[in-house]
């Protein structure tokens, strides 16, 4: 079945830039997504991009894809104390609807 | 508008007790997800409704575990005779169609914890 592995913690600290690592394994990946799970929350959509796009920017957010390596990266520019969270990757694969296949999720913690 | 809500938000039981998990998704959305979230393990798709479809129940771990969407909106999950290994947390989340690249919104969860 599919896979989606991550870094399990990132220590950063303000103002500098963060970057999360994600891969994946199943080929037919159709987008890939990134989501934010702050304390005590759901999980918050941060970005996706399509599986034929090899990069996506969104203000502070840079997201990075390779699909011959099946690796997906975040980068999170000026990174603040309210970025400390975890952050998942994950995968869509087209079965019909949007079923997603989700990492374990990076902590990141931004320190003053 | 409110956004996705379950209840309750912490739920301690004992082993072989059984559990009712609510979700009330977003008003409108036809599709409806629930997850769980163990320590260390990420997110475990669970079952999936769309609309006054069958659901897709192939993520259930067992057949200790059971859903249903009642009117296409609200739904309840149920664990029987709970056992320690189903402690984790429980999340919902609902999308306007299902459809690609529908945005999943994501409630609060609910937190489970089996003596």
């Known amino acids: 079945g599919e896979d989606v592995e991550q870094s399990l913690f990132l220590s950063v600290r303000e103002g500098d830039s963060s970057v999360i690592n994600c891969t994946y394994t199943?080929?037919?990946?159709?987008?890939l997504y990134w989501y934010k799970q702050e304390p005590g929350a759901g999980l918050q959509l941060l970005t996706y991009?399509?599986?034929?796009?090899d990069m996506k920017q969104d203000q502070r957010l840079t997201v990075l894809l390779n699909k011959k390596d099946k690796h997906l990266s975040l980068r999170i520019a000026d990174t603040q104390t309210g970025d400390s969270a975890i952050y998942f990757c994950?995968?869509?694969?087209?079965?019909?609807?949007?079923?997603?296949?989700f990492g374990k999720g990076t902590m990141l913690l931004v320190s003053p | 508008g409110a956004g996705v809500s379950q209840s309750p938000s912490n739920k301690v039981t004992e082993k072989g007790k059984d559990v009712e998990l609510r979700c009330d998704p977003i008003?409108?959305?036809?599709?409806l997800y629930w997850y769980r979230q163990s320590l260390g393990q990420g997110l475990e798709f669970l079952i999936y409704f769309q609309g006054n479809s069958a659901p897709d129940k192939s993520g259930l771990p067992s057949d200790r575990f059971s859903a249903e969407r009642t009117g296409g909106s609200v739904s309840t999950l149920t664990i029987q005779r709970t056992q320690q290994e189903d402690s984790a947390v429980y999340l919902c989340a609902s999308s306007s169609s299902g459809r690609w690249p529908d945005e999943q919104f994501f409630g609060p969860g609910t937190r489970l914890t089996v003596l």
């Open positions: 008003s409108g959305h036809t599709a």
């Open positions: 994950a995968d869509g694969v087209f079965s019909g609807y949007s079923t997603l296949t």
């Open positions: 991009i399509f599986s034929n796009m």
């Open positions: 199943d080929s037919s990946s159709t987008y």
